[in-house]
């Protein structure tokens, strides 16, 4: 007898099967049929509702207000987003975790306040060197990311151009990925004083502080870097469709590049979103007027790699600041990310499944070296699974888990909702209630054997 079998609509990596089932045995996906199922101690047959596979955040900011306890909350909302896997952002508060000492601490601390599973982006500090980054990749660092901008002098740090190449050649040898926020620092920091001078301080000149320019001139750079080392360098948030571009050129190039989109990018426009959103919609790099239906092209043109959400953990009083240039930036996220991306894809006429199970499952689970344990409904794989059932509802955010309470979303109409989630065999959120408790996810590395991407 199985532990747990599951009936729905089951998206597998090569077909979607109506009125399938999934068999699970202890933590692992045992079986996948048609028919009639086996017997099960637990037997749950969730009617048309999509069965995809548990959804991988590659950027989630779980700890930059609260600390490493910061987990707790999140991943409770995580899962309450039908997201079992949660890839968390070196940029921790109060410390960056840049050494194997705090490597270890943080992943105490997935292990004591995590109800979803967490794997682990590690950095380098300015004038550190690289002599830790074999190290923190031995412990199972799934990435590194570093900034071209700086958000503060210790916690998120500016890097140049030089740190950066020898980060990048001594990633070479522990074939992880780099990551870059791609700002320039110089020209958005000219641009944010001349329009305080000029004061122009209320949030609709976010964006032109931000100029697509600054985005660009840190993307090429970085690429140009890759080009020279042979690193593998990724931009973890490309706000303009001409960002896609350059990756692709260079990729075609033979640079293994890559590049990745969050979701609000494909759902918000500045010009028509900032007078109602105001600083609720800052992000950085920001979100630009009139690009949505080219982001759309380019993902449809496969230049994007993956979809994330960059949820950040700050409280909405972050945002209440007289000047839009002294407002936090960031956006919660883990809530809305299946809901949001299958609303958009089903207006433009996509499948929203087939599209979900690739973008926000399957490609960064293989991105950070966690497939084929992570990323699909496959026999042998962790028994992750997200159930979404379509129908119209309005979003509230004051009933979200992340114990934030607040979104750029709230009040929007969605076309389908979580209404499960499964953790390695376990239901953790029946559409009502997370059941997961502190210290239920685990951490996970990056598999010894993981291919790369590019």
């Not at 630009?288 to 409280?315: A, M, Q």
Request: proline share 7%.
């Amino acid at each position: 007898m199985y532990d747990l079998v599951l009936r729905g609509t089951l998206v597998l990596p090569d077909r979607t099967v109506q009125g399938g089932w999934i068999a699970v045995s202890g933590e692992k996906i045992a079986a996948i049929g048609e028919g009639v199922p086996p017997a099960a101690s637990v037997f749950r047959d969730v009617g048309d509702a999509l069965v995809l596979p548990g959804f991988v955040d590659g950027q989630t900011h779980a700890t930059s207000y609260k600390g490493l306890p910061g987990f707790a909350a999140t991943s409770r909302s995580a899962l309450a987003g039908g997201i079992t896997t949660m890839v968390d952002m070196p940029y921790d508060n109060p410390d960056p975790l840049n050494t194997v000492d705090r490597f270890d601490l943080k992943v105490a601390a997935v292990n004591e306040h995590s109800s979803c599973d967490v794997a682990l982006y590690a950095t380098i500090a300015p004038g550190q060197g690289t002599a830790e980054m074999a190290r923190l990749a031995a412990k199972g660092a799934v990435a590194f990311k570093i900034s071209s901008m700086e958000s503060h002098p210790v916690r998120f740090p500016r890097l140049p151009a030089n740190d950066m190449l020898d980060i990048l050649e001594a990633s070479v040898e522990t074939g992880l990925p780099v990551g870059l926020h791609n700002e320039d620092q110089e020209i958005v920091r000219g641009m944010i004083a001349r329009f305080k001078s000029q004061n122009r301080i209320t949030p609709e000149w976010h964006e032109p502080s931000r100029p697509v320019v600054a985005e660009m001139a840190a993307t090429a750079n970085f690429l140009e870097l890759g080009a020279a080392t042979g690193a593998h360098v990724h931009i973890v948030h490309i706000s303009h469709p001409r960002g896609y571009d350059l990756v692709s050129r260079y990729r075609e190039e033979g640079v293994r590049a890559t590049a990745e989109l969050c979701v609000h990018y494909l759902h918000f426009d500045a010009a028509r979103d900032i007078g109602r959103l105001g600083a609720r919609m800052k992000v950085s790099p920001p979100i630009r007027p009139g690009v949505l239906d080219d982001l759309w092209h380019r993902l449809d043109e496969g230049k994007v790699d993956f979809i994330s959400t960059d949820h950040s953990s700050w409280p909405i009083d972050n945002k209440y600041t007289p000047s839009i240039f002294d407002a936090g930036a960031g956006i919660p996220g883990l809530e809305t990310l299946a809901p949001s991306f299958y609303t958009d894809l089903k207006a433009k006429g996509r499948a929203p499944e087939r599209i979900m199970a690739e973008y926000l499952s399957e490609k960064p689970a293989r991105f950070f070296g966690l497939w084929p344990q992570k990323g699909a409904l496959t026999i042998g794989a962790d028994a992750d699974m997200a159930v979404m059932t379509p129908g119209s509802y309005r979003f509230d955010a004051s009933r979200t888990f992340d114990g934030l309470n607040w979104s750029p979303y709230d009040g929007e109409t969605f076309e389908a909702r979580v209404t499960m989630t499964v953790l390695r065999g376990n239901i953790v959120w029946d559409g009502k209630d997370v059941l997961a408790q502190p210290g239920a996810g685990r951490f996970i590395a990056r598999l010894p054997d993981a291919k790369p991407v590019v």
